[in-house]
């Protein structure tokens, strides 16, 4: 399964059995079942190494709290298999659309917008790969993912898009996040941290595309950031609060299950409470919030690929208990659950 770092991960049946045992053993009931979700980032896919389809997905987002809307976002899923090789990613556009209708049929939160990939460095030419797109998406595409995920050390496995290094620095990539604002579509920042100076840097310069920072800015915990948590606090926050200065710029609160993240949720004898999850995570999410404002952030659950993590129960029990303890009104909440996702991806309430 491609995850959101590039990663594959285990998915054979053997795996999928203990991990959810693993899961299993740490059932709660939702914090809060009756506030609205709009989970603004998962992926769907059907690989030989795991499916995870609308009925996955529906057994996730139905698990007790009020999911009632999602988002897609790329994970190199359904891609044509012949013609230009440029338009074969619109295959996932599609893929994601047949399941979107699957998920309006069925009873369960529905698939309302799709974010899917096309190489920006095709400059201005990528205005026909985003137009097949959206006549493809029969209204939920809305824009798309290139990652740029990169770091110098080997320990660290780049995105499936195999970035190079600087991408967004690029006057061909920048032509081509150009367009995409130009043609109303926005953009999905997927980076580690060191790289947040850079989206600083695109945001300032091209400042009509909507962007969106995915997974609070990739805070990396392995290989050279391995117990290192302080430092890389010390990068990723200057870099989020100058990020903020731009308007056009949200930021998705999540990503927290990810194992590139080092804080060993997967080496637990069982998997965490919503409460070890919270505690873990606090500090990091009310930075991103308050830097940002309630207005331009959003909850994202990032499933499947941050179940190797939690469940979803406990994900959004974690980010419910996050915001009692900050004490952000009902409003704030309305934002950060729902409100900014509507607004950002232009979903219209159910």
Known sequence: MTGSNGSVEAGGTAVADEKDTWLAATVEQPFDADEEIVDPHHHL???PTGTYLVPELHADTGAGHNVTQTVFVECAAGYRTSGPEHMRPVGETEFVRDQAAASAEADGATISAIVSFADLTLGNAVEEVLAVHDEAGEGLFRGIRHANAWDASDQIRESHTKPPPGLLGQSDFRAGYATLGRMGFSFDAWMFHPQVTELVGLAHAVPDTPVVLDHLGGPLGIG?????????????????????????????????GMSIYGVGFKRLPQAPSSEHVAATWSDDIRHCIETFGPDRAMFESNFPVDKQGCSYTVLFNAFQRICDQAGYTKSERADLFAGTARRFYRVTAA
Do not use: C, M, N, S
Not at 232 to 242: N, Q, S, T
């Open 45 to 47: 896919w059907d690989f």
């Open 224 to 256: 050279p950031y391995e117990d290192r948590r302080d430092e890389v606090r010390a990068v990723v926050r200057p870099a989020l609060e100058a990020l903020a200065r731009h308007p056009q710029v949200t930021v998705k609160v999540g990503g927290i």
